[in-house]
């Protein structure tokens, strides 16, 4: 069964402006992951956040992680039009098993230049 | 040179054939994966290999066989393809031990017709 869930389904900005991307998932978790996605390409991996970790930062980007309530935002500030991609949250299960990681749908963010 | 490298990128065939796809990586990893995304880019796992070994295999029609015959391949046979099958499917690599980040392949668009 499909563990995150992702937050809006699509996103449209102005560049400069910041977007937030939500993930929710059901059951415990060893750490979240987001990826993203370029149109007809593959993914690529941008942060990974620990289960005791509460917030991540990485350029631009920014994670949150609440494990009382099962969930994560990703915010990217100062937007420009080549972030313009599909963004995943990908759950890795507790025990630590990277074997079985598991993505949501996605949310479509469009960077409007 | 590419990390992860999985051919063909496009492959269209008919109904009722027998396609492989090749995946290689460079990157020295133990694991190796198939995902498979569909038309709503939902990415679910197929595949998962150890060191050689199946960790994996989801609820995947045995039409499906994958083969890994050294830690840096991971090839993908399908047998009587059917239309439900057109999908991407991507290949990916992690090492076990080192932040569970996935490097994925640039993808297979397969389209059965």
């Known amino acids: 069964s499909q563990q995150g869930e992702e937050d809006p389904q699509a996103l449209s900005i102005q560049e400069g402006e910041n977007a937030t991307m939500n993930c929710s998932y059901k059951t415990s978790i060893n750490n979240l992951q987001w990826y993203r996605q370029n149109s007809g390409r593959g993914l690529v991996h941008l942060i990974l956040?620990?289960?005791?970790?509460r917030e991540k930062h990485s350029g631009r980007l920014r994670v949150t992680l609440d494990t009382s309530k099962k969930s994560s935002s990703l915010l990217i500030t100062a937007s420009r039009a080549a972030d313009t991609a599909s963004y995943f949250c990908?759950?890795?299960?507790?025990?630590?098993?990277?074997?079985?990681?598991?993505f949501g749908k996605g949310t479509l963010l469009t960077v409007n230049p | 040179d590419t990390a992860v490298s999985q051919t063909p990128k496009y492959l269209v065939t008919q109904m009722g054939n027998d396609k492989s796809i090749k995946c290689e990586q460079n990157l020295g990893h133990d694991t190796m994966y198939w995902y498979k995304q569909d038309s709503k880019k939902f990415l679910k796992i197929m595949f998962s290999?150890?060191?050689?070994?199946?960790?994996i295999n989801e609820t995947v029609p045995n039409r499906f066989s994958p083969k890994s015959p050294d830690k840096a391949h991971l090839n993908l046979h399908i047998n009587s393809l059917e239309l439900g099958d057109s999908a991407v499917y991507f290949c990916?690599?992690?090492?076990?031990?080192?932040?569970?980040?996935?490097?994925f392949g640039e993808g297979s668009w397969l389209t059965v017709v």
């Open positions: 290999y150890n060191n050689k070994e199946l960790i």
């Open positions: 956040i620990r289960s005791n970790e």
């Open positions: 990916a690599s992690s090492q076990m031990d080192s932040g569970n980040t996935i490097y």
């Open positions: 990908a759950t890795g299960g507790s025990g630590g098993s990277n074997y079985k990681l598991t």
